[in-house]
């Protein structure tokens, strides 16, 4: 029985030793895998800004927005060869989307209240925006 227990006790703390390393080593590799799920786009937006994505769920390429670029009350066509297909702001102001790249009425317009505003699926292609005072 004295045996036993003497070799019971002599093996514990290799046993353990060797849990720890397990345990360490798992962790560590967890760690270590980036993560591919994609920014919220409450994050990839600025405060003060109105981003435009050219694919739907805030996907592809962001076009930015702000009071440092964009008049109040101007139309402001989206750059050449961008259409928004999702968009969100987090500027204060009111902002109208545009289907038209002149913001002409002709077409199908929307206004949205800021900030906090964030739309995955535009119910049309942006091609235009106008910030409001």
Known sequence: MARRLSALRS???RVLAIATLGALCTTGIAQ???SSKPQPPEFACEK???CTWTGEFYSGQITRFDLRGTNPEECVPLPEGVDARSFGSRIE???TVYQDRECST???FSTYPGPGTFVPQAPYVVRAIQIWN
Do not use: I, L, Q, T
Request: no cysteine.
């Open 11 to 13: 093996s514990v703390p």
């Open 106 to 108: 002709e077409g199908d």
């Open 93 to 95: 102001r009111h902002v």
């Open 48 to 50: 003060g800004e109105f």
């Open 32 to 34: 270590a895998e980036p």
